[in-house]
């Protein structure tokens, strides 16, 4: 059972790596923000993963503040790109 943890771990680390492929060399700038976007929801389930294979409750926290700061952060990178400034 825990090789198939470890089997998941590795296929979510090879996506976040196709999603880091996409960010850097995408075609335009809303492409990159929406790879960033995936590889941030990658890295939450990573730690998920993680902390169900190591047995660390502790994992299961961690991913749910980093969700939040991946949604705050996709909102004002959203908002600057659509408006050029952050505030007002």
Known sequence: MLSFFLF???LIVLAILFCLYRAIVGPGVFNRVAALNV????T???LVVMGYYFERP???DIALL????N??????ASK?????QLWS
């Open 8 to 10: 998941t771990g590795f």
């Open 66 to 69: 980093y969700a939040m700061l």
């Open 80 to 84: 600057y790109l659509e408006k050029g």
């Open 71 to 76: 949604f705050i952060g996709t909102l004002v």
């Open 58 to 60: 502790d994992f299961f």
């Open 39 to 42: 590889i941030g929801t990658k």
């Open 44 to 46: 939450i389930l990573l």
